[in-house]
Nanobody, 127 residues
Framework: QVQLVESGGGLVQAGDSLRLSCAAS????????MGWFRQAPGKEREFVAA????????SYADSVKGRFIISRDNAKNTVYLQMNSLKPEDTAVYYC????????????????????WGQGTQVTVSS
């Protein structure tokens, strides 16, 4: 069993930056591919970014490409989402997720493929 705890959310202005963290309990380390998703009010949860177990492969939604960076520190069992040039449309609850069955360099895109989820952290971007 893996427990995920997100942190780093908050209220910022457009153009600001935030870094979200997702700490995994137990021995998640490099055992899981990781992803970030977000859900805005009245909308479905959507894919934001993902990183392979190795950390070599990453992928981003078109809406955040060039502004967000996903990374991981397997020694600390932590995944990060650096969010730059934030826009009001980035306002959402951000969730991290872990997948236990993917290959070493594989990216997991599908929400249904992830096995574990955090409780979410609110990001609000004012204009």
């Amino acid at each position: 069993q893996v427990q995920l705890v997100e942190s780093g959310g908050g209220l910022v202005q457009a153009g600001d930056s935030l870094r979200l963290s997702c700490a995994a309990s137990g021995r998640a380390g490099s055992s899981h591919a990781m992803g970030w998703f977000r859900q805005a009010p009245g909308k479905e949860r959507e894919f934001v970014a993902a990183i392979s177990r190795s950390g070599v492969s990453t992928s981003y939604a078109d809406s955040v490409k060039g502004r967000f960076i996903i990374s991981r520190d397997n020694a600390k069992n932590t995944v990060y989402l650096q969010m730059n040039s934030l826009k009001p449309e980035d306002t959402a609850v951000y969730y991290c997720a872990a997948d236990r069955t993917s290959g070493w360099h594989s990216i997991v895109y599908g929400e249904d493929e992830y096995d574990y989820w955090g409780q979410g952290t609110q990001v609000t971007v004012s204009s």
